[in-house]
Nanobody, 124 residues
């Protein structure tokens, strides 16, 4: 069973930084590709970043590339999202997701288990 808990959200001024964490309490974390998605008010959930199970491959949305960094610590069953140079348009609920199929390939539809989300608000 996959149980994901996000933390680290909050209110920050534009240009500031936040680091989100997502802890997994079940088994097989090191076998899952992991990702962060986000959903702004009135908008659909969108992909932000993903990392392979071993941490050797990452994928980013164009909107966050160069500002956000995804990483993981398999010994701690945790995935992180370091967010720098934040903009008001980054305001959203951020969700952690796992691909429990254990696929080698990182594919957005593959993420099938979700956390409850953490709110990030960037003020101008």
């Amino acid at each position: 069973q996959v149980h994901l808990v996000e933390s680290g959200g909050g209110l920050v001024q534009a240009g500031g930084s936040l680091r989100l964490s997502c802890a997994h309490s079940g088994r097989f974390f090191s076998q899952y590709n992991m990702a962060w998605f986000r959903q702004a008010p009135g908008k659909e959930r969108e992909f932000a970043a993903a990392i392979s199970s071993g941490g050797d491959r990452t994928v980013y949305a164009d909107s966050v590339k160069g500002r956000f960094t995804i990483s993981r610590d398999n010994a701690k069953n945790t995935v992180y999202l370091q967010m720098n140079s934040l903009k008001p348009e980054d305001t959203a609920v951020y969700y952690c997701a796992a691909d429990t199929s254990r696929s080698y390939y990182i594919t957005k539809p593959g993420f099938d288990s979700w956390g409850q989300g953490t709110q990030v608000t960037v003020s101008s």
